[in-house]
């Protein structure tokens, strides 16, 4: 599993065609040909977005086989279950034009949940052959210990990691009391995901797309710290979001970091986090960076 992912969301959309296809050929040289791509047509997604189709078509001309990248996808549990996982994956499949994806996130619900009937349809999938693996984004805790509890008992395959907001700023969902020991017994690993909070801490304060929501309130707390995040990293010798990627690699718990670049030089920046945590050490950039953590009165637990 390569450590970094390149997401999806108002990504590709914005980029011009044969800029893409050189970011994913320099993704697959550098070893993070992994792609989380979504078919954003549900829920509050509903945005007719031609990201998936353009990265399919992207990926193609960048010359690289199916078996040469990883592809993550989405299933939404928005419209679940009138809208059927195997309808999702059918049409997302499709709009990439592959057969398979090696995971998907199941993700993103307001109300109850039946999850003994989501484990056991993500199962059925698996069993079709269009996904190998699954993970959860935006579940609450009890509701994924539940997954994990009915998956072993029933022998079906169980959720393996987390897609949760995690960075500089927001730790709570991810270190706090609701997933902390799922991660720390070894039962979940965790996707960091939306670590520069839509862009605010890597130096866009004032983002102009739509961007994550704001868990919390907290947003204008965030804003305020950015300037002292520059500082700190400035005496690492290193950019903000180099320091934001290794803050995030620093926690044992972390698989994979998923960021978003629309730019290839945006990755070639994001990728120099791998050398900044090597100079500096987990435990030494925990400690400079300890009081960026604004969310820590949050009571995060995964959901919306």
């Not at 991810?174 to 839509?198: C, I, K, N, P």
């Amino acid at each position: 599993m390569p450590v970094f992912a390149l997401g999806s969301w108002n990504t590709w959309d914005r980029m011009e065609f044969d800029d893409a296809v050189r970011l994913i050929q320099r993704a697959a040289a550098v070893g993070a040909a992994f792609f989380d791509v979504a078919h954003y047509n549900m829920g509050p997604h509903a945005e007719n977005a031609r990201t998936d189709l353009i990265f399919g078509e992207a990926v193609r001309v960048a010359g690289l086989a199916r078996e040469d990248y990883l592809l993550c996808g989405k299933l939404w549990l928005w419209e679940y279950p009138a809208t059927s996982f195997a309808s999702q994956m059918e049409t997302s499949l499709s709009r990439i034009g592959v057969e398979k994806a090696d995971a998907v996130v199941v993700g993103d619900y307001m109300g109850p949940i039946d999850v003994r009937q989501i484990v056991t349809d993500v199962a059925a999938e698996i069993a079709a052959g269009r996904v190998g693996s699954w993970g959860v984004n935006n579940w609450q805790a009890a509701d994924i210990t539940l997954a994990l509890d009915f998956a072993e008992a029933e022998g079906l395959t169980p959720p393996t990691f987390a897609q949760l907001k995690y960075g500089l700023a927001r730790r709570t969902m991810a270190e706090g009391a609701h997933y902390g020991e799922l991660f720390r017994s070894g039962r979940l690993a965790l996707q960091a995901s939306d670590v520069f909070e839509g862009g605010i801490l890597a130096g866009k304060l004032a983002p102009e797309r739509k961007i994550g929501a704001d868990v919390g309130g907290i947003r204008e707390q965030i804003v305020a710290v950015y300037p002292e995040l520059a500082r700190i990293a400035a005496g690492l010798d290193a950019t903000p979001t180099q320091l934001g990627i290794a803050f995030c690699l620093a926690n044992p718990a972390t698989a994979n970091v998923l960021f978003g670049v629309s730019r290839i030089e945006q990755l070639e920046d994001n990728l120099g986090a791998l050398e900044l945590l090597d100079r500096i050490g987990a435990d030494a950039l925990r400690a400079a960076t300890a009081g960026l953590w604004v969310d820590r009165a949050v009571n995060a637990d995964g959901s919306w």
